[in-house]
């Protein structure tokens, strides 16, 4: 009993939510690109370089919307039916031995030869079919309220970006911070200083003629500028090379229309409780 198989199906959707004004946190504005540039100088095998990064920002304000979750529940064996059927039948044929319990039982003759009927067996009955109807019109109620459809409504949040603005600190140095400059695999640390300037020496390398070779100068894990520099650095072109990386200087992009709440995708398929 109680143990009706469950079907449950979840339907979200994100709606805004009136009478709430929008938030604006911090500075209200969001990162939405980042550049940078470089100027170095290659001095024999010692490269100093110096490592701006330029942003880019829109405006961003919080609307305020809810999620509402929608959950369907389902019986597809009916069994919430069969429970309340048993239930009314076994409550039945119970009221039926307490009304009637000599239809129940034999009779028999007391020593004057009257027919005496034995209300006993339809007291038994009746209290057997009383319990059946307990316990089956109970795992209905327990099942029923399993069965119950949900609706929740949760106040939430949605970031929402408009037009360019300028950033708190549109151009800034890459101050104390631990930087790598990669070499045809070769990784190599340096940090830099409180202006932004570090100096990376130079991997071994091999004699020749002069060859430009070209690196990377990892920022972070999201940030990289291509940087350049001649070996062997005993040649004319490794002693006073210099070079820089500009950050662009296309205009922003223009503003996005801010698309309606959508739903969230329902489920594939039904899940079991």
Do not use: N
């Amino acid at each position: 009993m109680a143990c009706v198989h469950v079907d449950t199906q979840t339907r979200t959707r994100v709606e805004p939510r009136a009478g709430v004004e929008p938030r604006v946190l911090g500075h209200g504005v969001e990162i939405v690109e980042r550049h940078p540039a470089a100027r170095w100088l290659q001095m024999g095998s010692k490269l100093r370089v110096e490592l701006e990064v330029h942003e880019r920002c829109r405006e961003l304000v919080y609307r305020p919307v809810q999620r509402v979750e929608s959950i369907e529940r389902r019986d597809p064996e009916h069994a919430l039916a069969w429970e309340i059927g048993i239930g009314l039948a076994a409550a039945g044929l119970a009221s039926f031995a307490f009304i009637a319990p000599s239809r129940f039982g034999g009779g028999a003759r007391d020593p004057q030869g009257q027919l005496v009927q034995d209300p006993r067996a339809g007291y038994t009955a009746g209290g057997l079919f009383t319990g059946v109807a307990a316990i089956s019109l109970g795992a209905a109620i327990v099942d029923g309220v399993r069965l119950r459809d949900e609706l929740r409504v949760d106040p939430a949040w949605t970031p929402e970006t408009g037009a360019p603005v300028p950033c708190p600190e549109p151009m800034y140095a890459v101050r104390d911070s631990p930087l790598v400059l990669s070499v045809h695999g070769r990784l190599i640390e340096a940090r830099s200083d409180a202006d932004g300037r570090v100096v990376f020496e130079l991997p071994p390398a091999k004699e020749g003629p002069a060859q430009r070779v070209e690196g990377a100068i990892i920022i972070d894990p999201q940030l990289a500028v291509r940087v350049d520099f001649y070996v062997p650095y005993d040649k004319a072109e490794a002693q006073a090379h210099h070079g820089e990386v500009r950050a662009p200087r296309t205009s922003a992009p223009e503003p996005q229309a801010v698309p309606e709440p959508q739903a969230v995708p329902e489920p594939e398929g039904p899940h079991h409780e």
